[in-house]
């Protein structure tokens, strides 16, 4: 297994996924597509793991508290799914690249880590 190139920065294509992405105007594998080999995304039934091959210490993308309640609402409109929506907040949650910094951050991050957990399955307790 070859370990891909790390990346200094994101391309300016590589940025508009990652905002795309948090206005959930395209899918985690669009993203997934759109980085290509700047970011390993494993998102299973009872983990998720991400690995990153580019800097990411400085934020690329603004979360505001309006864009988790159009999440939520887009879930409520059923536009997407349980899975989906819990993906989103963990990849916002996991990813650097996002920030909510500022007077709402709190309740942004009570908001994401909340959602996050909604489509993870408890592993099977061994007896």
Known sequence: MSIPNFHESLTRRQRRALEDYAALRISLE?????????IEVDFGPHERKLLFHYENRNPVVHIELRQVR????????G????????????????????????PEEDQIADWLNEISLLALKPKAQAE
């Open 30 to 38: 669009q993203l997934r597509d759109a980085l290509g080999d700047a």
């Open 70 to 77: 159009e999440a939520m609402d887009k879930h409520a409109r």
């Open 79 to 102: 536009e997407i799914t349980t899975e989906q929506l819990s993906d989103w907040a963990a990849m916002l949650l996991a990813n650097p690249s996002y920030d909510w910094e500022g």
